[in-house]
Structure formats: structure tokens, C-alpha cells
């Protein structure tokens, strides 16, 4: 009983820190624009928006990692998941 308890003590505690990172992070924009603008311009990804679905850019962001991106694997599922919602045109990425 007292390891169930602590289990879900646990549990608790790693679901609500992942939720904090996330509201953190935002809407993953600023993550984005920070390992994407470090190596070229963000022109570049504004012209991808919309084209590439989220094994598409799965696989460019893992070459980019493979070149040199330093980024978590949670970091990795944001700007991910933030470039498959992007709009062609997006104010952030298409300044």
C-alpha cells in the first residue's frame, strides 16, 4: 500500500512538472526560433510551413540534430510539433 501511495505521489509530481515546462514553453515559438536561427535563416523554415507533415519534419530535425543542433528530446517534440501548426506566413517565423 505504501509503495502505491509513493507511486502515486510520483506520478503526481512528474505530471505536474511536465506541465509547468510546457505551459513554460509556451506555444514552442521562441524554442523554434532559438535552434532553427542559430545555424541559418528562419526564411528558410517559413518557406516549409505548411508543406511538411510531422514525420517530415521529424526527419529534417533529426538531421539537424545529426549536424550539430544541441536540443532535449522534449525540446525536439515541441518545435516539431509547433512547425506541423505553423501557417504559412507566420508573424514569428516569416518576419
Given at each position: 500500500m505504501k509503495l502505491l501511495v509513493s507511486l502515486l505521489v510520483a506520478g503526481t509530481f512528474l505530471v505536474s512538472g511536465a506541465l509547468m515546462a510546457s505551459a513554460q514553453s509556451n506555444d514552442g515559438s521562441s524554442l523554434t526560433v532559438t535552434k532553427c536561427s542559430s545555424c541559418h535563416t528562419l526564411k528558410r523554415v517559413c518557406r516549409s510551413l505548411g508543406k511538411?507533415?510531422?514525420?517530415?519534419?521529424?526527419?529534417?530535425?533529426?538531421?539537424?540534430?545529426?549536424?550539430?543542433?544541441?536540443?532535449?528530446?522534449?525540446?525536439?517534440?515541441i518545435i516539431n510539433q509547433y512547425l506541423v501548426e505553423a501557417k504559412p506566413g507566420n508573424d514569428i517565423l516569416c518576419q
Open positions: 511538411k507533415d510531422l514525420a517530415a519534419w521529424q526527419k529534417t530535425n533529426e538531421r539537424m540534430v545529426k549536424k550539430g543542433m544541441t536540443v532535449t528530446d522534449a525540446e525536439l517534440a
